[in-house]
């Protein structure tokens, strides 16, 4: 009698789970999605990115490529069009170019002590390609509620370059004399983005972050890159 009664409760348990697992993949199938932000996912995946600098910078071009980690911590919360969760990550990229006009010199207005006159004299700057590695390690995502294939999202971020040479390029000087930059730059940064899910726990990720570079004044001088603008492609995977 205990076992008939144990496998009839085994029955039982079994109906009533069946439909709440057909309901859950068809949420999965039908909903990939809400589906997968519905479990507060790991999600992960590589990505590419290139962008250029706007304003006086608009004659540089950056590319970089990396990996980004991310956690959905919260529920949904607020109300109407800001209902959504929260989320951190992070990313690494191990290859980040920057791609500036090569060298050049300009004429320039220079004072003689011994003669005290004035004269023509050339300045020489820098430029070129410089390659560094970027870490973003705080980033703070909004998930705003999804749709059945499409979750939008924005963000702010902080992150640090570092560069084989000097960047930005600025006027060239001999090691210890003011004019350098700093192989060291800071990016705070913000933008929106969406997943686009092509099948469950698998999405299509595009982004658009507007980023500002800047030393923060570890070198002599601090032009930065006041605004520049990169565009993201990426392959997300979500997971418990």
């Known amino acids: 009698m205990k076992i008939r009664s144990l496998l009839l409760a085994l029955a039982v348990l079994a109906a009533a789970a069946i439909p709440a697992f057909a309901q859950s993949t068809a949420l999965a199938t039908d909903a990939p999605a809400a589906a997968a932000l519905a479990r507060l996912p790991w999600e992960y995946g590589p990505f590419f990115q290139g962008g250029t600098g706007i304003g006086d910078r608009a004659s540089y071009k950056f590319t970089a490529a990396g990996f980004r980690l991310g956690k959905v911590i919260t529920g949904q919360h607020l109300g109407s069009i800001f209902r959504g969760q929260f989320e951190v990550a992070g990313e690494v990229m191990p290859y980040w170019q920057a791609f500036t006009p090569a060298p050049y010199s300009v004429l320039a207005e220079c004072y003689d002590p011994t003669s005290k006159l004035n004269y023509s004299c050339p300045i020489y700057y820098g430029g070129g390609t410089f390659t ?98 990169s565009f993201q492609i990426g392959y997300t995977f979500f997971g418990k």
Do not use: C, E, M
């Open 132 to 229: 560094g590695v970027s870490l973003t390690p705080v980033i703070f995502r909004w998930d705003f509620k999804p749709g059945r294939r499409i979750a939008p999202w924005f963000q702010a971020a902080g992150g640090l370059i570092y560069t084989t040479h000097k960047f930005p390029p600025d006027y060239l000087v001999q090691p210890g004399q003011p004019g350098g930059t700093s192989v060291w730059n800071f990016s705070p940064q913000g933008g929106i983005g969406i997943h686009y899910f092509i099948r469950p726990g698998r999405a299509i990720t595009l982004s658009a972050n507007g980023v500002h570079i800047s030393s923060a004044s570890l070198g002599d001088k601090n032009p930065g890159v006041n605004a520049s603008v």
